[in-house]
C-alpha cells in the first residue's frame, strides 16, 4: 500500500522568505502525485499536480514542486512567501494504475507566516 | 468552477442523535467521497461512492453510513451520534475519467456533546 510522509507538522517563515515543505511517498511505481491547500476553516484547495513529463510543475498562487524520483520526494516551493499563505498544506498520492484508485493523504503541514 | 457545497458549516448534537450531512456537487461528478479530518491524523476516507445507489467502504465506515439517491448529492448518516465523532467532516468529488484530483467542500465542523 502507498504512503505519504510530510516530515513537518509546524513550519514557520517569515514574510518574504522562500519555503519548502517536504513530501516523500512510498509506492512501487511512479504515482500521480498533488498538494492541496486548506485555509483555516475552509475545504481543501488543489494547489498543483504531477502526472508525467517535466519534474518542475507549476501551481496556483506562485507555487511550483518538483518530482524526484530517485528521492520518492514531490516537495513544494515558493519563493517569496506572502500572509495569506499561512495556511495548512496536504500531500497526496494515488496509484497510477486503471480504476479508482484510493487518493492517500499526508497528515498535513502548518504553515504560519510572521511579519 | 467546480462547486461542492455541504449542508452546513457547523453542526452541534447530543449523543444518541441521528445526523445527515449532506453534500451537493454541480459538476455532473461520477465519484463522491466522505473524510473526516482530525489533528495529527490528516484524511481519513469514511465512505465513496463511484455511482448512484453505490457506495464503497473506506478506511473508517464504522458508525457512519451513507446514500446516494441522486448522482449530485451524498449523504453521510451517523446513526447514533458519539463525542469520539466530533470532529470535521469534509465532502470531496471527482469526474470518473480524471487523473483523481478531487474537489472538496468548505467542511462542516460537527461537535457531539
Known amino acids: 500500500a502507498q504512503s505519504v510522509t510530510q516530515p513537518d507538522i509546524h513550519i514557520t517563515v517569515s514574510e518574504g522568505a522562500s519555503l519548502e515543505l517536504r513530501c516523500n511517498y512510498s509506492y512501487g511505481a511512479t504515482p500521480y502525485l498533488f498538494w492541496y491547500v486548506q485555509s483555516p476553516g475552509q475545504g481543501l484547495q488543489l494547489l498543483l499536480k504531477?502526472?508525467?513529463?517535466?519534474?518542475l510543475v507549476q501551481g496556483i498562487k506562485g507555487f511550483e514542486a518538483e518530482f524526484k524520483r530517485s528521492q520518492s520526494s514531490f516537495n513544494l516551493r515558493k519563493p517569496s512567501v506572502h500572509w495569506s499563505d499561512a495556511a495548512e498544506y496536504f500531500c497526496?498520492?494515488?496509484?497510477?494504475?486503471?480504476?479508482?484508485?484510493?487518493?492517500?493523504f499526508g497528515i498535513g503541514t502548518k504553515l504560519q507566516v510572521i511579519p | 468552477d467546480v462547486k461542492v457545497t455541504q449542508s452546513s458549516r457547523y453542526l452541534v448534537k447530543r449523543t444518541g442523535e441521528k445526523v445527515f450531512l449532506e453534500c451537493v456537487q454541480d459538476?455532473?461528478?461520477?465519484?463522491m467521497f466522505w473524510y473526516r479530518q482530525d489533528p495529527g491524523l490528516g484524511l481519513r476516507l469514511i465512505y465513496f461512492?463511484?455511482?448512484?445507489?453505490?457506495?464503497e467502504k473506506g478506511d473508517i465506515p464504522e458508525g457512519y453510513s451513507v446514500s446516494r439517491e441522486k448522482k449530485e448529492r451524498f449523504s453521510l448518516i451517523l446513526e447514533s451520534a458519539s463525542t469520539n465523532q466530533t470532529s470535521m467532516y469534509l465532502c470531496?468529488?471527482?469526474?470518473?475519467?480524471?487523473?483523481?484530483?478531487?474537489?472538496f467542500g468548505p467542511g462542516t465542523r460537527l461537535t457531539v456533546t
Open positions: 459538476m455532473d461528478h461520477e465519484n
Open positions: 461512492s463511484y455511482d448512484v445507489k453505490m457506495k
Open positions: 504531477y502526472f508525467s513529463g517535466d519534474t
Open positions: 497526496a498520492v494515488v496509484p497510477n494504475s486503471g480504476g479508482y484508485q484510493k487518493v492517500t
Open positions: 470531496a468529488s471527482s469526474p470518473l475519467k480524471t487523473r483523481r484530483e478531487q474537489y
